[in-house]
């Protein structure tokens, strides 16, 4: 819900054409144009052999070496899908460029050679973007190279072979890697391709979902990389794959495409959750992926509708800058949104979203017109009971929200417990970020949809999270809230209800007598102006200039409570002015039950009025009635504390 501006990038792309897509106005040559400008522009930053893509900004944890060959290899992963997609065509100057820099990287007495696979070592993610990107251009560059720049290739992503990778999605890029090498006929380990893909098993929750690793790991890597890498992988094997295994990979990836296509509000951003959240339209990977193997429940038009939208909302944003590159953050630079891991050419891995390069042009998806996405069209709620989500989204907005109430980023106990802005906050959306602070100032102390004690060394952390349930439009959970000198006893029981654009928060709080509890709402912000506050009572609002409205509610528990709206600068990946508003109240001593509505909207008949209509009111047996502003009544029990 960013209003649009002017963008460099949308001046070299053709005129949107709005009889095929009447949604976007995109069509198979913006996305050929996307690209075009895309690889053009990293040209410049090109080592003389090629080999490597030096790119500015911050240098990641691997070293200027290793981010050098990730601007080669995310790159060329881009380069691939445009070669491929138009059969070669596409000119001999891109494909040159790219086998001369191949070969200068393997070759171990080229000056830009590329720095070797070793255990868990950032070049094999990379290996795999490689490994990808010469099996789709297997007639054009694999096959035209030299008998010896084959052999350094294969003995260079022969380092996959034997060697220890991390127990997360890297288990995939050894699938792919050695795949590829199965296919060239060089040495390669079955049983750890296998091992791989048994891995990934283990990680499925079930509804399409994986997580990241042990643990509840959910985020977009479930889309960009546990769905897409094992439908990858079977174009690379072919006949080689166990089409058992196939066949549940596609069963998993429709199942998973099914609610992903509601993870995009009706301008195309998709909901900021997660980690390398600066791979931004990379969301839309997984929906072409589901087109080429035959796995997708999504219509045509509404596959390109969804995947156009995720472009065309960073294009009409400045998204790649005024040199055509793709900076560390969402819109501008925001390093918060980044990992230290993350170098110049880490966002690169938004090359992923031209996977529908591949699909020839008279394919439906390209041809068919494009057809509303669900958020178009009506309010919807869903429920997603492995990751502990509920998304609910508006039609009048095209806002959708994810309430939170499981996914923690956290290894199994008894790993220490942390707290990140982009997985522990109660809620997230496709038209605000997470209040991120700058470096040197705690994680996790952040107020936006948060519930925080407040200690006299500071906010207390939401940390790991206990789901309890995910259930119709609610969901629960608990957790232990971690001051900065650790946990002192506390607990908070939190169910959540969802109706619309609101959502109740029921909130029981066990700490002790006089310490101030703080609620926090959602966090608007932009770059024009600092966002307009109102208090009064128990109740605070924040108000950007073009409407989106950010508003707290004391239902229940807040008669001694203070309103105010937090106000920062730079925090925050939607604009450099950002504003939360907040209510802080005393607990008593034992337990305190609070309930309050949380409310995030464009809607202008909503915006109008945050104050009035909703209650949260005690009935038999512990019970509470809820009452949303349009009148909309749900009962709830809120749920006991931990044993």
Not at 16 to 35: F, K, M, Q, V
Not at 47 to 52: C, R, Y
Not at 166 to 174: A, E, G, M, T, V
Not at 244 to 273: I, K, M, N, T
Request: proline share 10%; hydrophobic share 40%; aromatic share 8%.
């Amino acid at each position: 819900m960013t209003a649009p501006h002017p963008s460099a990038a949308a001046g070299q792309l053709p005129p949107p054409d709005h009889d095929l897509s009447p949604r976007t106005g995109y069509t198979r040559a913006h996305w050929e144009a996307a690209a075009d400008r895309l690889l053009a522009a990293l040209q410049p930053y090109a080592t003389p052999g090629l080999a490597q893509y030096r790119l500015p900004g911050r240098t990641g944890h691997s070293g200027a070496w290793s981010d050098g060959l990730e601007g080669y290899a995310r790159s060329f992963l881009l380069a691939a899908f445009r070669i491929a997609g138009s059969a070669g065509t596409v000119g001999p100057a891109l494909i040159e460029r790219y086998a001369a820099g191949l070969a200068a990287g393997v070759d171990p007495r080229h000056p830009e050679h590329w720095p070797p696979l070793t255990d868990r070592s950032q070049p094999m993610v990379e290996a795999a973007s490689l490994a990808l990107a010469l099996h789709e251009t297997r007639s054009w560059i694999w096959e035209q190279l030299s008998d010896r720049t084959r052999e350094l290739t294969v003995d260079w992503l022969g380092g996959f072979v034997g060697a220890t990778v991390n127990d997360s999605n890297w288990r995939l890029f050894q699938v792919v890697v050695e795949e590829f090498l199965a296919s060239v006929g060089a040495p390669h380990e079955r049983a750890e391709i296998d091992a791989g893909l048994d891995r990934l098993d283990d990680w499925y929750r079930g509804g399409g979902w994986y997580t990241d690793g042990d643990g509840r790991k959910f985020d977009y890597y479930n889309a960009w990389a546990l769905h897409l890498y094992p439908a990858l992988w079977a174009r690379v094997a072919g006949p080689r794959a166990d089409p058992a295994r196939v066949a549940v990979h596609r069963a998993r990836l429709r199942e998973f495409l099914c609610v992903h296509q509601y993870f995009f509000g009706s301008d195309g951003a998709p909901v900021h959750q997660g980690r390398s959240l600066t791979y931004r339209y990379a969301t839309a990977a997984p929906l072409w992926a589901g087109v080429l193997a035959d796995a997708t429940p999504l219509s045509p038009g509404r596959t390109r509708r969804l995947a156009s939208g995720a472009l065309k909302h960073f294009t009409d944003r400045q998204v790649p800058d005024e040199q055509g590159l793709l900076s560390l953050g969402w819109y501008r630079t925001h390093l918060p949104v980044t990992q230290p891991y993350s170098g110049p050419a880490s966002p690169y891995w938004a090359s992923k979203a031209f996977l529908g390069l591949l699909l020839p042009a008279d394919h439906p998806v390209w041809t068919a017109s494009e057809e509303a996405s669900p958020v178009d069209t009506a309010d919807r709620h869903l429920t997603l009971p492995a990751p502990g989500w509920l998304l609910h989204s508006t039609a009048a907005d095209g806002i959708v929200r994810l309430v939170n109430h499981g996914s923690d980023r956290l290894p199994p106990p008894p790993a220490p417990s942390d707290d990140s802005p982009h997985y522990t906050a109660f809620a997230y959306s496709s038209a605000t970020a997470p209040e991120t602070p700058p470096p040197g100032e705690p994680p996790g102390t952040a107020p936006d949809n948060r519930i925080a004690l407040l200690t006299p060394t500071g906010p207390s952390r939401r940390g790991r999270i206990h789901p309890l349930y995910t259930d119709g439009r609610r969901a629960a959970s608990w957790h232990t809230p971690l001051g900065p000198d650790g946990d002192d006893g506390a607990r908070i029981t939190t169910v959540s209800v969802v109706h619309g654009p609101w959502e109740i928060r029921v909130h029981r709080v066990e700490s002790p007598a006089g310490t101030p509890v703080r609620e926090g709402g959602w966090a608007v912000a932009g770059d024009d102006a600092p966002p307009t506050a109102r208090t009064g009572g128990a109740w605070a609002q924040a108000r950007r200039a073009d409407g989106l409205t950010s508003a707290l509610v004391g239902l229940l528990g807040w008669d001694d409570a203070t309103a105010e709206v937090a106000r920062a600068r730079g925090h925050n990946a939607y604009g450099d002015h950002s504003a939360v508003p907040l209510l802080t109240t005393p607990h008593p001593g034992g337990t305190l039950l609070v309930a309050t509505l949380v409310i995030l909207t464009a809607d202008p008949l909503i915006a109008a009025d945050t104050r009035t209509g909703a209650r949260a009111v005690p009935v038999t047996d512990g019970r509470l009635e809820l009452r949303f502003p349009d009148g909309t009544t749900e009962t709830v029990t809120p749920p006991p504390g931990p044993a």
